[in-house]
């Protein structure tokens, strides 16, 4: 229990590193790109615009980084707290770029100012909002300017020089490639891009500004390594791995996300071997020819590591040499792994779901591992939803999808239903990636669709077009009447008892989801809508899989089990700005459902198109009153 404590924390804390570079990622090539070309030893060496690369990395790049540390823990008032108390650490030592005075220094402008909020909330006079708030910001952001200023920054800059020194050090004894026992295994456990952005990259812009490249941009990013067990399985393996392995090949090396290849690896561990060793070579080759970059490599493509290596002929051939070398030593070693190996079929699946779990989150890229099981019948009349209950996420999704047919103008059925209640009928399922398993169990005849963002998942446009190619197109009218018998449920009860004004709240703050499940269920409970005891079945429906749709927006709804305790339809809505975390996903927006006969299918409908188109979400985030955001939701 301790240990698995501990590498959460270590999740969230590289996941937090990373999440203030990531976003800033266009900045820090645009300074490697000017430098790579303008500087005296650059493509077109020009002293005038070679004047933009110091104000760059030593203001703009770790005041961006500040603001986005503090934004993180306390939305723009955070930010600008951040940005402030990190213009202490740059002034105070003014030689290093301070990335790790930024890291430290934003996060806690936003901790700082977030916590002075909650001390003098409800407790201001109306009519000195905007005084207070100007001048604690201004405040506070100054003192820890001054605080930075005088001890922080150069605290920091004597650790970045150390580090700095660390690493010459390692490169003049030879043993940098020895980084690989530790970067290759963490990153495909669990701490992807944080290694990178979080650690290497602050470093190696310290070096980059010095000499123009460094080494440290690609230790991580080098895409060699994880390449050469792709292309091992597309030789030698087996089952859904050797089918998956090719396309993740080209999304790996051309697209960048090195995260394709890590269920691979959790698939036979002893591929781990293969990836250190070629990690090792990759960076004895760069250390040899005199490799590196001058800026990140973000993500970790071809392309990219092309485009920011500084413009000399001999660093080119010195970075390519390495992907080639790392690609080839990992490929030699993974395909004597594969072909030893038992002869068991590969389950890509399973592997991505153990990587997502040991990750913590949802992985990004699991959509492009996962394979579809079934053939898609030549002629498809109905297509289900499915999820644990039957009466949120898929009930969202079908609504889409519906809309989707009838614009097409296909003869298809669309509805949802609950995984325990699938029957023969249905010819496609779609599910949630994580019941995918659950849903192939009770009906394995099926054509499987997983998805991960039901309101905005690609794969209903995909389904649309293999449908319109090989299914008989009938008229819109024959669409109409279909749809028709799917939502031919009791619409007695007014759609306007279904969602109140005073079941709407704005600007709320959730310390955690469950906190605010239970928010969403208490409301439901006293607007007599369910018994008290679907309350913690919307916390158990929560842990069997995430209730986020997508586009900001959660719909916590309880188990099937839970329909007993649900007295009638209806909803309540939480507006939460700043966002609560939903298993790695921000939920701004979050409906609590209750279902009952069927009654609620036409407002969550309704509520799924408006949530769709992003802007609406973003609308309703921001609307002032519970009447402007139900108004919102009623425009469909």
Known sequence: MAKSTIKVKVQQFGNFLSSMVLPNIGAFIAWGLITALFIADGFFPNESLAKLVDPMVFYLLPLLIGYTGGKLIHDQRGGVVGAIATMGVIVGAPDTPMFLGAMIMGPLGGFVIKKFDQAIEGKIKSGFEMLINNFSAGILGGLLAILSF??????????????????????GVGLLPLTSIFIEPAKILFLNNAINHGILSPIGLEQARSVGQSILFLLEANPGPGLGVLLAFMLFGKGTAKQSASGAGIIHFFGGIHEIYFPYVLMKPMLLISVILGGMSGIFTLVILGGGLAAPASPGSIFAIAAVTPGNASVYFANFAAVFVATAVSFIISSFVLKSSKQDEDNIEEATNKMQEMKGKKSSVAGALQSNSGTLPEKVTKIVFACDAGMGSSAMGASLLRKKVKEANLDVTVTNSAISNLTNDAQIVITQNELTPRAKSKLPEAYHISVDNFLSSPEYDKLIDQLQNGVTKEQTE?????????????????????LREENIFLNQEFATKEEAIRFAGEVLVKAGYVEESYVDAMIDREKLTSTYMGNNVAIPHGTEEAKKAVLRSGFTVLQVPNGVD????????????????GTHLDILSGIAIVCSDEKNVEQMVQAKTAKELLTIINSK
């Open 150 to 171: 005088l001890g922080i920054g150069p605290a920091v800059n004597g650790f970045t020089q150390l580090l700095v020194g660390g690493v010459d050090w390692l490169i």
């Open 582 to 597: 939903f298993d790695g996903q921000k939920a701004k927006l979050i409906f609590g459902i209750a279902g009952k006969d």
């Open 478 to 498: 024959l669409v109409e009447e279909t749809v028709a018998e799917v939502t031919d449920v009791d619409h007695n009860q007014d759609n306007d008892d279904l």
